[in-house]
């Protein structure tokens, strides 16, 4: 069974950072790109990073570019997401997912709330 | 950048009812090498999203075959063929096309008449 599991949301305070994991298993990690989506109270979909099958190439909307780093460790089927200078506006949950086989697999998400 | 428009954001639907949902793009989804990264997805209260549809009209395996997906180009739909009760919440369009950046539509809800 395929599984992702977020972990490492919660509460920080404004111009802080924090740490996202996704721990993958059921399907060769390594083989697919993947993604963090995010989606904020009430809201959308909205793409914030992917990273290529190596984690060489990575991509980032302009809303956190420079601010939020995507990497990954094939060895341990683990998706991380470096969030830095966070702002009210990253409040959200965030959920990995697969864009590498059109986005088929998604985890339960993890709140990530910015506020004083 | 890629803007991707759903029509309606919100459709209302008696148990049986057949709808289609648009999703038309600001660029041509058509890559050079031969496919369309355009996709739709499903959240259902509470959940996470589901893939439904793949690269405009291939069924994700699991997924009820009265959902279909057409179009080419800038213009794409999905199709419910009966609509049930499991099948409600938000429909999202996605894709993939541009350089993997990718961009989702605003989400259409299918609620209930």
């Known amino acids: 069974e395929v599984q992702l599991v977020e972990s490492g949301g919660g509460l920080v305070q404004p111009g802080r950072s924090l740490k996202l994991s996704c721990a993958a298993s059921?399907?060769?990690?390594?083989?697919?790109?993947m993604a963090w989506v995010r989606q904020a109270p009430k809201k959308g979909l909205e793409w914030v990073a992917t990273?290529?099958?190596?984690?060489?190439?990575?991509y980032y909307p302009d809303s956190v570019k420079g601010r939020f780093t995507i990497s990954r460790d094939n060895a341990k089927s683990s998706l991380y997401l470096q969030m830095n200078s966070l702002k009210s506006e990253d409040t959200a949950t965030y959920y990995c997912?697969?864009?590498?086989?059109?986005?088929?697999?998604w985890g339960q998400g993890t709140l990530v709330t910015v506020s004083s | 950048d890629v803007v991707l428009t759903q029509t309606p954001p919100t459709l209302s639907a008696t148990i049986g009812q057949s709808v289609s949902i648009s999703c038309r793009s600001s660029?041509?989804?058509?890559?050079?090498?031969?496919?369309?990264?355009l996709h739709w997805l499903l959240q259902r209260p509470g959940q996470s999203p589901q893939l439904l549809i793949y690269?405009?009209?291939r069924l994700e395996s699991g997924v009820p075959n009265r959902f279909s997906g057409s179009g080419s180009g800038t213009d794409f739909t999905l199709k419910i063929s009966g609509v049930e009760a499991e099948d409600l919440g938000v429909y999202y369009c996605?894709?993939?096309?541009?350089?993997?950046?990718?961009?989702f539509g605003a989400g259409t809800k299918l609620e209930l008449k």
């Open positions: 997912a697969s864009p590498g086989n059109w986005f088929a697999y």
């Open positions: 059921g399907f060769t990690f390594s083989n697919y790109y």
């Open positions: 990273i290529s099958t190596s984690g060489s190439r990575t």
């Open positions: 660029q041509s989804l058509l890559h050079s090498n031969g496919n369309t990264y």
């Open positions: 690269l405009v009209s």
């Open positions: 996605v894709q993939g096309t541009h350089a993997l950046m990718y961009t």
